[in-house]
């Protein structure tokens, strides 16, 4: 059974720093791209980072520069580092898992099957 979990999330202040990891189990980690999306209050999802099995990553512009996604395959685990953290960052923010490696026409993300339960992120101004 494939397993995502989310840890990390809590309330931080405006330009602070916040490390999120996503365990993952039921599946050969290192295979798949993964990546970070949020939903924020009251606006739909987004997925803003990611990261092929190559190690390869991608960003939204929103958050490049500030956000820096990564994994540890041997521990089967994919991690986020957000910094610079402003109050639009609030989310709660999910991994997920890709279907495959084929990026989703128009775009450098992917199609998903998985996804965890997600963890909040609250920043205050």
């Known amino acids: 059974e494939v397993q995502l979990v989310e840890s990390g999330g809590v309330l931080v202040q405006a330009g602070g720093s916040l490390r999120l990891s996503c365990a993952a189990s039921?599946?050969?980690?290192?295979?798949?791209?993964m990546s970070w999306g949020r939903q924020a209050p009251g606006k739909g999802p987004e997925w803003f980072s990611s990261?092929?099995?190559?190690?390869?990553?991608t960003y939204v512009d929103s958050v490049k520069g500030r956000f820096t996604i990564s994994r540890d395959n041997a521990m089967n685990t994919l991690y986020l580092q957000m910094n610079s953290l402003t109050p639009e960052d609030t989310a709660v923010y999910y991994c997920?898992?890709?279907?495959?490696?084929?990026?989703?026409?128009?775009?450098?993300?992917?199609?998903?099957?998985?996804w965890g339960q997600g963890t909040q992120v609250i920043v205050s101004s």
């Open positions: 997920a898992k890709a279907e495959g490696s084929r990026y989703v026409a128009g775009s450098r993300f992917y199609d998903y099957d998985y």
């Open positions: 990261i092929d099995s190559d190690g390869d990553t």
């Open positions: 039921g599946f050969t980690f290192s295979r798949y791209p």
